[in-house]
């Protein structure tokens, strides 16, 4: 059964780096998502993605984020400057119909 | 602003018995409803979906939705222990011509005692 892959499965980095989290969405779906996860806290929406650009994001997504779908297959999430409040775990999610969303293993984010 | 309600348990439930969780939810335009099972440090995995008022049956699971009172809710009969979880309610508003994010609950932490 197909299903949506996320590397790295860990990611550690220092506060104001650079990071990039990769997401391969189930092969024929069509909306991509993101999704974080603060330890103990709910699931929240960062951002849907259909047809080449941004559809919905979230108060979340501020300028430090960005997404992108480089190729055919990959679907990525950007943070330009981490700070201490983005450890989380990321969620990449992907959809055919627009409802049923699937969601990846996730990335564990700690940035120190 | 969107808000998904659920009781955080844990709820404790005899093996065999049937396990209730409960969601309520704000937005009267929400439209689609979804039951997620996370295990502890993993990813929600889908249960159930639920587009329209009443019942829906999937093996041990039904879930229950009623729009007049924004209440949906998931019965898991002949619970077993490898159902002990964090259930998550998600509801979602289809706007059209895209793709919109899902708005999940906190979450019932359900344990099924052997």
């Known amino acids: 059964e197909p299903e949506v892959t996320q590397t790295p499965s860990h990611q550690v980095t220092q506060m104001g780096q650079e990071v990039i989290l990769r997401c391969v969405p189930i092969?024929?779906?069509?909306?991509f998502y993101w999704y974080r996860q603060i330890l103990g806290q709910k699931v929240e929406f960062l951002v849907s993605f259909y047809n080449n650009e941004i559809s919905e994001k979230s108060e979340i997504f501020d300028d430090q984020f960005s997404v992108e779908r480089p190729d055919g297959s990959n679907f990525t999430l950007k943070i330009r400057s981490t700070k201490l409040e983005d450890s989380a775990m990321y969620f990449c999610a992907s959809s055919r119909d627009q409802e049923t969303q699937y969601f990846g293993p996730g990335t564990r984010l700690l940035v120190l | 602003q969107k808000e998904v309600e659920q009781n955080s348990g844990p709820l404790s439930v005899p093996e065999g018995a049937i396990a209730s969780l409960n969601c309520t939810y704000s937005d009267r335009v929400s439209q689609s409803f979804f039951w997620y099972r996370q295990y502890s440090g993993k990813s929600p995995e889908l249960i159930m979906s639920i587009y329209s008022n009443g019942d829906k049956e999937d093996g041990r699971f039904t879930a229950q939705l009623n729009k007049a009172s924004q209440y949906v809710s998931l019965l898991i009969r002949d619970s077993q222990p490898s159902d002990s979880a964090t259930y998550l309610c998600?509801?979602?508003?289809?706007?059209?011509?895209?793709?919109?994010?899902?708005?999940f609950g906190k979450g019932t932490h359900l344990i099924i005692q052997p």
């Open positions: 998600a509801v979602n508003i289809w706007r059209g011509g895209g793709a919109d994010g899902l708005t």
């Open positions: 092969s024929n779906h069509l909306y």
